[in-house]
């Protein structure tokens, strides 16, 4: 699966993905004079779990790791920032931070146990300790409220609609997709990448790989948490299954289906995930057969997902 | 005497029960080229790995440039000014001929750790990777995806990407090997134009192109060293030609 996951990552040129970029921020602008408030909250949805899936998308596409332990650092932001304004009585203001940081923290335990393994032994550290998570979020009820979460109303009268929020949603979205962006290009960024095609050779040049992995899980984490964050403000609920695996794998799913190595792909990713979610829950309760099915077609007819598969194609075309 | 670069003093390297390199000890002195070779399986490869820290040895010391790396990391021995190749080719593949370069340069540079900046090449980095490029006749292809090179230009970016961390030792691990007659005249000449300041330990099969490339030659066999000596007595060494041609040793 490691060899499918790290394909089609090469990133279009500065020019072309500054005009996709300026493009899609103004179409999404427009967005919530067209549609109506039900679908504006459902666009919202689709940006914070863009930003979850990029997040799992800079360790995949990137630096060669596919965590499945994503979903409990996502989720613990969420859960630290209805805990600290709804039940400690914390100002948002600084609830958010502390979420982040409580996000960084346990990324950092996570990259501390997982680093040094790869491939589906990677996938299965990080799958446990998400799991751990999970257990306590679910058995530590005096904090986490056990199975029934916890509720708050806790987003701000100025941003309490769904069309303010959106439009805080879409800010913080473009803000936190350049910086991704600016992660991946940079010179950290590139060192993942070549951690990716070849760790003895990483070594043989003068890198401490597993710092360097160190570093690159805890700054997706960073992001991830930021995302969990969000999604806070946006459901005003939590429950152990923001911290579940299928969390985790939902956001890695996402990434697939947009193309991993190519982050903005994981925001597509997302849209379709969810525009599909929202669309079969109509006609069927089977949602998870469904999501099965979707990523086996994936696989097996664009593997590369669909702006990869819209890389390669282009490619091509340009011979 | 001249000054030593690099002294193995009893190293061996044992795997499991198997000893792949097994007691060897010589040292290379400042400058010098010298060649390693030896049938296959005869430890070659191990004891380069075990003299850059792949595998660090199970006995013996690695002194380098006077300090003891036995226990060393290979990134750690290479801030001190080791390189090398690899025998299969190892690169980025993924990756331009142009990144394969930067990172090569900023193995051993703080900008490796800037998060946001922009990757691009920074003060004296071009010319540092065109000068390493264009010694390897790689110059036109900078663009270049790793995996769309020919297997040849592979190897050539191999030595690019150890030249332009400006090493004093340079290992070479077979750097012609697997390639046609033409493009091993290209990596000979490379090899050949290399400043004499540089220390080359390089690994080879074929003795013909050995022969006159290096001061001095370590023939292996079986994990230990059978001869040491300059290529000219190697030519003519009846204990290295019966474990090239597999002569029996009691005949």
């Known amino acids: 699966m490691s060899s499918v996951l790290s394909t089609a990552s090469r990133t279009s040129s500065p020019r072309t993905t500054a005009i996709f970029f300026a493009g899609s921020v103004a179409l999404l602008a427009i967005l919530p004079a067209v549609l109506p408030t039900y679908h504006v909250s459902v666009a919202t949805q689709i940006l914070i779990f863009g930003l979850f899936a990029m997040s799992i998308d800079i360790l995949a596409g990137y630096a060669g790791r596919t965590s499945l332990g994503h979903g409990a650092i996502f989720g613990t932001a969420t859960y630290v920032v209805l805990y600290g304004v709804a039940n400690a009585g914390l100002p948002l203001a600084l609830a958010i931070p502390l979420a982040v940081v409580a996000a960084t923290l346990l990324a950092a335990i996570f990259a501390a146990l997982a680093i040094r393994t790869t491939g589906v032994y990677f996938l299965l550290l990080t799958l446990a300790l998400g799991m751990i998570v999970w257990g306590i979020c679910l058995r530590w009820s005096v904090v986490t409220g056990g199975e029934n979460g916890i509720r708050g109303d806790i987003r701000p009268a100025f941003i309490g609609d769904a069309r303010s929020f959106y439009y805080v949603t879409l800010g913080c979205s473009v803000v936190l997709t350049w910086a991704m962006w600016r992660f991946i290009r940079s010179p950290f960024g590139l060192t993942l990448s070549g951690i990716r095609d070849s760790e003895s050779r990483m070594r043989s040049l003068g890198y401490n790989v597993s710092l360097h992995l160190f570093i690159g899980f805890v700054m997706s984490g960073v992001f991830a948490g930021l995302a969990g964050a969000l999604y806070a403000l946006f459901n005003n609920f939590v429950s152990p299954s923001t911290v579940a695996l299928t969390q985790s794998v939902t956001g890695l799913l996402m990434a697939i289906v947009g193309g991993v190595g190519t982050l903005f792909g994981a925001l597509i990713g997302s849209f379709v995930m969810i525009a599909l979610e929202n669309f079969v829950s109509f006609y069927t309760q089977r949602w998870l057969t469904v999501l099965g099915l979707v990523f086996i077609f994936t696989m097996i007819f664009a593997p590369a997902g669909v702006l990869g598969t819209i890389r390669v194609l282009r490619a091509r075309r340009q011979g | ?251």
């Open chain 2, 1 to 251: 005497m001249a000054e030593s670069i690099l002294t193995l003093e009893n190293v061996a390297v044992a795997f499991g029960a198997l000893r792949a390199v097994d007691g060897v000890s010589t040292t290379v002195t400042r400058g010098e080229r010298r060649a390693l070779i030896g049938p296959n399986g005869a430890g070659k490869t191990t004891l380069f790995n075990a003299v850059t820290g792949m595998y660090p040895p199970t006995e013996g010391r690695v002194v380098f440039e006077g300090a003891d790396v036995t226990r060393m990391p290979p990134e750690k021995r290479a801030a001190r000014g080791m390189a090398r190749t690899f025998q299969i080719t190892n690169l980025f593949n993924q990756l331009t001929v142009e990144e394969n370069m930067l990172l090569a340069l900023r193995g051993l540079s703080p900008k490796k750790f800037s998060l946001f900046g922009r990757r691009d090449f920074d003060g004296d980095e071009r010319e540092r990777a065109d000068r390493a490029l264009d010694r390897v006749r790689l110059g036109g292809r900078r663009n270049t995806e790793v995996r769309e090179l020919s297997y040849g230009e592979q190897r050539q970016l191999e030595l690019a990407l150890s030249l332009v961390m400006k090493p004093t030792l340079l290992l070479l691990d077979e750097p012609a090997a697997g390639l046609s007659p033409n493009e091993r005249s290209i990596v000979v000449e490379i090899i050949r134009e290399l400043p004499r300041d540089l220390t080359l330990v390089l690994i080879e099969h074929d003795m013909d192109l050995v022969l006159g490339l290096v001061d001095n030659v370590t023939c292996l066999h079986e994990g230990r060293i059978l001869v040491e000596a300059t290529p000219d007595a190697i030519r003519g060494n009846a204990a290295v030609q019966e474990v090239y041609l597999g002569k029996p040793r009691h005949a």
